[in-house]
C-alpha cells in the first residue's frame, strides 16, 4: 500500500518525510537545549504562528496571556540574555492591541545596551510604546544623549530618529544642543537625520529656533538630496513660525531657483529618478518653501516666476509623479504675486487635471479650484462644463466637491445652464446630497432669476427632485415667491402643481414638500386654477379626499390641506362640490390628531352658523413685503429663519382666530406656536419639524388686521387679540406703536370669553362653540388647566405664551403682567416692550423707544417669584456697528415682587438690524443662575406714526 | 508634516503603526479603529484622499494591505501617495516581492525601512539605493554581534 502511495505521489511524500526529519531534528535539539540551558524563550516567529494559528479570540487571548506572564516573568528576573526577544515579542502583542506599558522600562535598558541590535529592538519600542510620561522621558533622554555623542554612526541614526518621533517639549530643550552640533557633522548621513530633528525640535518649541540658524543656511549648498531636503523642510518650518526669520531668508530664492532648474534640466540620474521626474520630493519641498517666500512680496514673487513657469510647462504629466509636481507648482503660482499669464496658465493646468482619468488629481483638481474660485472666477469659468461632467462622477467626494464648485461658480449670466445640469444632478443625487443641493438652488434661483416664471419652474423641479429631502424653508420660501407673483403666474404654477401632483398620486409620502406646497396654492388660487377650465371641480375635490384619507400623507402635509381645502371651499362654484368639502372637512371633527380636529372643528363651524363669514375670512392672502434683509446679507442663522416666513401658520391664526382663546384646543394650540416662537427667539433651533415656522408679527398682523375690519364680529376681536399677544410676547417692537391700544382692547375681550368659558355659560362674546358636543373633552380640558380667577386667568395667557410650562402661574406675575401691559398701554405709547426672559418668576422685559438719533432702552426686570434674588447683574452685547452705553442699574437686588430697571443708549454707526444678546445673572437662595437669551426687533428706524 | 502611517490588512488586522505625534494609547487605538472601518467601507471607485478631522487622509492599497497616511492640509497629497509608493518598492527591494506575511513576521524590519525614510514625519533620503544601503550595513552590524 505504502508503495502504490509512493507510485501515485511521491512528491507529497517526499515532503511529508522532510517534515518529519525536520520536526524530529527540532523537537530532539529543544530537548538537548532544555537539558543543558535554562528554557529558552519562544521565537518571535513562533509565537506570531501561535498567534495566527489561533481560531478564535477567545483562544488567541489565551496564548497572548501566556506569553505576557512569561514576559513579566523574565522582566522580573532581569534576564538581560533574551531581554531583546522578549521586548520584539511584545511589540508584536501591542500592535494587536493588547496593553505592554509594562515593557517601556525594559525598551530603556535596551537602548542603554552596548550591543547595536539591543539597542535597534530597544530605540524601536521607545518609540512605539512611550507617551509622553514625564519619569519614562527623563531616562531616555539620557540614553539619547549617551547615544548622539556614539562614534557609530547607526547608533546616532537611531537616537536621532527616535528623537525626531517623540521629542516632548522637555526633550526637545535638553537635546537641542546635541542636535545642534551634528548638523555640523562631516557624515552626510547623519547630517540629515540632525536637520529633521531640529526641524521636529522647532515645531515642538518654536523658542530653540535661534540656535540652529547659523547651521541651517549652509544645508542648501549640499549635493547630496538627502541634506537639500532636510534643510528646505527645515527652512520652511523656521519661516511658518516666524516672520523675522522669513524676511532673513528671502535672500535664498536665487538658490532655490538654482536648485530647481538643476533639477529640471539635469539630465536623467537613476538615483533619483521616479518615472522620469527627477525628485519629485525635493521639487515639491522646494516649491512650497518658494510659495511661502514669495507670499505677498512681488520682488520675491519676480525672481520665481520664471522656473515656475518653466515647471509648469516643462513637467512630463502621464503619471502621478508629474501632476504631483504640477499641482505644488499650481498653488505656488495662486499664493504669490505671479504674472497674469502665470495664473491662466495655472488654472488651466486644473482644467486639464479634471480630465485626467486618475480620480485622485480629480479630486485634487476640483478641491484646488474651489480655493481659487474667488480669486480668479473668469478663468475658472472657462472650465465649467468640465466641472458639471464631475457631477456624474462615480466618486462621492468628486461629486461632493463639484457641487460646490458649480454653486460658486453660478451667475446671472450661466444661471439657466447651471440650473438646468444641477437639477438633473439633485435628481439622482444620494440622500446626503438632497437637501443641501435643495436650499442652494432656491438661494441662487432668488438671487440670480431672471424671470418668476423661471424662478417658479426651477422651484417646482427643486421639490419634485428633491423630494422629503428639501429643508422647510425652501417650503415656505416658494409660498412666498408664488404669493408674490402676479395673477396669472400663479394660475400656471397653479396649473403645474396640480399637473405633478397627479403625477405623484401613489408615490406621496416621498414628496410632501411637494404636496405642501402645490394644496397650499390650489386653494390659495382655486379660482385662478379653476378659470383655466382645464380641472373640474369634483376633480379637485376628489383629490383632497383622496389626499386627507391617505395614510401615506404626514399630519403636516393634512394641517395645510385642511386649510387648502376650507379655502377652496369659498371658491368654487358648485353648492354639490362644496357640501362634499363640507362633508370631508366635519368628518375630521373626531380626528385623533388633536390638531387636525380642531381645524375639523373650526372649519365645520365655518358652514353652520358663521357661514356668512366664511368667504371674508378665507380671502386670499395679502402679498407680503420682506421686511428683514434677504438671505444674501448672510446674516447669520437667526435671520434667515426669522426670514422664512410661513404663510400657513398665517393662515391658522386667521382661522383659529375664531375659537381664539376661548376654546381649549385653541389655548392648547397658542402653547404650541409660542413655542415654535420661542425657539426661533433662542437663536433659531431649526426644528420647525411640523412645518410650522414662524410669523413674521410685521407681516402678519396687519393684513389680518384688515381682514378683520370686514367682519366686526367678537369673534374677530379675539382673533385680533391672539395676534397682538402674539406679537406682544414675540417682538411687539416690530409691531408699530398703533397696534398696541388695539391690545389693551383685547385683553378685556378675552377676560370675558375666558371667564364665560370657565363657568360655562356662553356669554354674549363668545363664539358659541362650548356648546358643540365634540369639543366637551377639550373644555374640561382646559378648565382643569384654569383655576384662577377670571381676570387673572386673562392675564395668565401673555404669560403662557411666553413660557408655555407656566399656564398656570401664580397670580402674582398674572397682575403684575397686566400692570405692565396697562403701563405700556398708557404711558410709552411710542415705546417697544420686548420680553427677553420669563422664567423661575423672573420677568426681564426691555422697553425701547426712539429718541434723538439713539435708541433708548429701558430694562425691568421684576421678582414675581416668592424669594429674593440678589446680585442681579444684566449685561448686554450688540452686533459691532453698534455702539451700546449702559447706565448704572437702580439696584442689584430684587425682593418678591420688587424692580430693577436699567437703561441703555444704543447707537448704530451703519444701516443694521439691531440684535442684542443677554445675560443675566443672579442668585437664587444662595445658588448662582445664568440665563443668555438674543433679543431682536427693536425699532429701526423713527416708526412712521411720529 | 506626516502625522501617521497605519498598514492594516483588508480584515482590518494592524499590521504597522507609525506615530509621529503624541497620543495616549487609547486615541491611537480609537483613531485605528475608526479609519479602518471608514477606509475599508469605501468603494474601490473612490478617490485616495478623505477629510478626516483637522488632515487629510491619503491611503492606497497594495494588494492585501492598506497603506494610510494623514498629513497636515498644508501637505500635497499626491506626493503622498508617492511616499506611501516609495515605501512599498522599499520592502519590496528589501524583502524581495514583498507580500504581507513578509511585512507580519517581519514587522521589525518594516519599521527599520520606513525609519530610513522618513525622520519627525518628513523625508530624509530620496534615493533608494541610499536606504537599501544604510538598511543593509546597520544589518551586517547586528550579524556580526550574533557571531561574536
Known sequence: MNASDHGFNPAFNMATIRQAINDTIERDFGALLKTVRIPTPTRLRDLIRQIRAARTAAEERA?????????????????????????????????????????????????????FTDKRIGYLGAMLLLDERQDVHLLITNCLKNDLNSTTQFVVGLALCTLGAIASPEMARDLAGEVEKLMRSPNAYIRKKAALCAFRIIKRVPELMEIFLPATRSLLNEKNHGILIAGVTLITEMCEKSQDTLNHFKKIVPNLVRILKNLILAGYSPEHDVSGVSDPFLQVKILRLLRILGHNDPDASEAMNDILAQVATNTETSKNVGNTILYETVLSIMDIKSEGGLRVLAVNILGRFLLNSDKNIRYVALNTLLRTVHADISAVQRHRSTILECLKDPDVSIRRRAMEL????????NIRAMSKELLIFLE????????????????????????IRWRLDTLLSVLIAAGNYVRDDVVSSTIQLILNSPPEEQAYIGLRLWDSLHNITNSFEDKQPLLQVAVWTIGEYGDLVLSSERIEESELVELYQKLLWSTSVSTASKQYTLVSLAKLSTRINSKEEEARAKQIIEAFGTHLHIDLQQRGVEFSQLFRDYSHLRPALLEKMPKIQKSLPNGNDSNGIFDEHS??????????????????????????????????????????????ADGLGLVSPTNSIIPTATTNGKTPIPSSSNNQDLLDLLGGLDMPASTPPAAIPPLGGGIGLDLNSLNDNSIKAPGPQTTGVTSSSSFGGLDNLLNSNVTL??????????????SPTSLINSSSTANSLFNDFSSINNNEEHAKTLTALDKNGLLVQLVAKNSGGCLQIVMTAVNNSLITLEQYLFQAAVPRSFTLQMLSPSGSTLAPGGTITQEMRVSSTAKATLRMRLRISYQCDGNPILEQTEVSGFPEEPTPLE | MMQFMLLFSRQGKLRLQKWYVAHPDKVKKKITRELITTILSRKPKMCSFLEWKDCKIVYKRYASLYFCCAIEQNDNELLTLEIIHRYVELLDK??????????????????????????????????????????AAQDVLQERELDT
Open chain 1, 63 to 115: 496564548v497572548v496571556n501566556r506569553e505576557c506572564a512569561y514576559i513579566r516573568g523574565t522582566f522580573r528576573e532581569e534576564d538581560s540574555v533574551w531581554r531583546c526577544r522578549n521586548i520584539a515579542k511584545l511589540l508584536y502583542i501591542h500592535m494587536l492591541g493588547y496593553p505592554a506599558h509594562f515593557g517601556q522600562l525594559e525598551c530603556l535598558k535596551l537602548t542603554a545596551s552596548p550591543r
Open chain 1, 406 to 413: 458649480s454653486f460658486a461658480l453660478i451667475n446671472s449670466q
Open chain 1, 428 to 451: 439622482k443625487a444620494d440622500a446626503e446630497f438632497k437637501a443641501q443641493c435643495s436650499s442652494r438652488m432656491v438661494h441662487v434661483a432668488e438671487r440670480y432669476a431672471t424671470s
Open chain 1, 643 to 688: 426670514n422664512s416666513i410661513d404663510l400657513i401658520e398665517g393662515d391658522e391664526l386667521e382661522s383659529s382666530g375664531l375659537m381664539s382663546l376661548s376654546g381649549g384646543g385653541g389655548s392648547l394650540k397658542v402653547g404650541s406656536d409660542s413655542n415654535a416662537l420661542l425657539d426661533l427667539l433662542g437663536g433659531g433651533s431649526d426644528d420647525p
Open chain 1, 789 to 802: 380667577p377670571a381676570t387673572t386667568a386673562a392675564t395668565t395667557i401673555p404669560t403662557g405664551l411666553a
Open chain 2, 94 to 135: 528589501y524583502f524581495g516581492s514583498v507580500c504581507e506575511l513578509d511585512i507580519i513576521f517581519n514587522f521589525e524590519k518594516a519599521y527599520f525601512i520606513l525609519d530610513e525614510l522618513l525622520v519627525g514625519g518628513e523625508i530624509q533620503e530620496t534615493s533608494k539605493k541610499n536606504v537599501l544601503k544604510a538598511i
